[in-house]
Structure formats: structure tokens, C-alpha cells
């Protein structure tokens, strides 16, 4: 029987995934409050191009929930790869998801004004070292783990 023994630094990755609770949470907001000031009904998920062109407040609310459901898209590979990388290195995991995690929060704060190029600022765009940084770290653990144990 194997056993699993966690670093001593394991419990830091605890703050990050709050971080990506309050990150939900801010954009779910951000979603409802755009949903009524743009007077959309549920379960509309996004109005019409020719809606949005004419009214810039159902813009906003076009560009909330897309800013919100880019992320819930992407974020099941991001906490995948960041279990994995931090049961290895959780400093490391760690500090590469909260950088994600700001990128996001900035990504969706531009987005959210209802001009969709104002999603890429330089904060969201250097949020990619973390998501890279995240893929890298993993795959590169995966393989030196993996050939330890075919070796």
C-alpha cells in the first residue's frame, strides 16, 4: 500500500483556490448586476449582436457573461493542472494560480464595460505566464515522475 505524503507547504494552495471562489463570485455579481440594469429576463443568456449594438447597457451584460463564461470554460484544465503541479510544488502551483486568477479578475473588469478590447489589458495578458507556467510545470513532473517509475 502506498501512502501519499504531502509537503509541509501544502496548505498555501488553500489560498488561491479562495482567491478562485471570490473571482466566481465578483463576476456572477458582475453578471447580475449587468442583467438588471440591461432589464434581461431569465434564462436569456445573452442578447442578440443587433440588441447589444443598440443599447450599450445589454453590451455590458453581453460582455459580463461572456468575461464570466470564458472562465468557468477554462478553469477545469487550470485546477487540473494546478492539483497536480502542487502535490509537487505548491508554492510554485500556488503562486502561478493567483496570477491567473488576477489576470482573470482584470480580464473581466475591462470586459465588463461593455467594450470587449478592453479585456486585454496587460494585467490579463502577463496572466498567461501563470497558465503557461501551470501547463509547463506540470508536464514537466509528469514526465520526471513517470520515468522514475519505468526506470
Not at 480580464?107 to 502577463?126: D, Q
Request: charged share 10%.
Amino acid at each position: 500500500m502506498s501512502v501519499i505524503t504531502l509537503p509541509p507547504a501544502f496548505p498555501v494552495i488553500g489560498l488561491p483556490l479562495v482567491a478562485a471562489f471570490a473571482l466566481n463570485a465578483y463576476q456572477s455579481t458582475n453578471v447580475m448586476k449587468a442583467r438588471k440594469a440591461a432589464g434581461v429576463k431569465y434564462p436569456t443568456l445573452y442578447v442578440t449582436e443587433a440588441e447589444a449594438n443598440a443599447d450599450p447597457k445589454k453590451m455590458a451584460f453581453n460582455c459580463a457573461q461572456r468575461a464570466h463564461g470564458n472562465t468557468l470554460e477554462n478553469i477545469p484544465y487550470i485546477l487540473g493542472v494546478f492539483a497536480f503541479l502542487s502535490l509537487y510544488h505548491p508554492k510554485i502551483a500556488s503562486g502561478l494560480f493567483a496570477h491567473w486568477i488576477i489576470g482573470r479578475f482584470s480580464y473581466t473588469a475591462g470586459y465588463s464595460t461593455g467594450n470587449p478590447s478592453g479585456r486585454m489589458s496587460f494585467i490579463y495578458k502577463t496572466s498567461y505566464i501563470g497558465l503557461i507556467g501551470l501547463f509547463f510545470g506540470s508536464a514537466y513532473v509528469a514526465i520526471t515522475e513517470s520515468i522514475k517509475v519505468f526506470t
